[in-house]
């Protein structure tokens, strides 16, 4: 009989008497010799052996704790998409907030929620109707041509291809969206702006929906004093802007390669902006730069 069998047999029979204690003592092949108190001590340190030894055979047995992916563990962002969005609009040298600007480049950059990898792309140039012709100045800014303007499309139908473009991915019907905007100068003014001059009513509810104004989220996440442009989030991340500055579209890609890198640092874009009709009048603030804040 093997020893440890013949153990788990003596542990189920009393071993109060001197002749049980030396039964199971030399059944467990350990020594008989002593009076009754060392046997019984004897038997006890063997069980308590015995049952360590069965319990680290278990835990060897048993299968490897999973290891957790970090994506996996990663806070899930609270939209299914969020478009990365940043017009370029006509301005001149001396502009102040009261200048009629309109919109000249429309871009958004779609990126997954889960991944914030690039999903798709959308821009359009846009031809101006208020006025029609750029400054120098504009043209200098966004490196945005007279030619370019001339030949595109105007808001109405570029916001038309737009719409198109998010039907696609069906944004703000089953999967949840969000725009994520530099400051809130882009749809707070830009475009108030924009669908008063194209006389859009009701303004799109799209437009109507809170979004992230990533300047404040990042000033937040990483307990700035105060608000920083691209140039030096980028810098703060480590990060160098790719591309032309005041060209819309690499705006917006540089917007995401930040929210990426806070993504990943574990930053949740919950939405921290609106436009508000009453509040934010058209017109009634203190004259201010004809573009946006750099």
Sequence with gaps: MDPAEGAKTVATKPTTTVEALRLALEQMGLST????????????????????????????????????????????????????????????????????NEIIEFPVVLVDGETFEIVDEFRSYV???????????????????QETVDKSPIFIDVLNEFQDFMAKYDLFQSKSAAFVTDGPFDIRDFITKQLKHSKIKPRPAYFDMHWVNIRKMFREFYKQKDNKNINLMLQHLGLTFQGREHSGLDDARNLVAIGKKMHEEGCIFKTNCWFDPKRHRMYDRKPSSGRKRR
């Design 127 to 145: 031809k101006p109707t208020i006025s029609p012709t750029l400054s120098d100045f504009c043209k200098e800014l966004t490196g945005i041509s």
């Design 33 to 100: 010799k002593g009076h009754k108190p060392e046997l019984k001590q004897r038997y006890r340190k063997a069980l308590k052996k015995k049952n360590e030894t069965a319990e680290a055979a278990e835990e060897a047995e048993a299968p490897p704790e999973p290891v957790e992916d970090p994506a996996e563990t990663k806070k899930k962002q609270p939209f299914d998409y969020y478009l990365f969005f940043d017009v370029e609009a006509t301005c001149e040298a001396n502009g102040g907030f009261t200048f009629p």
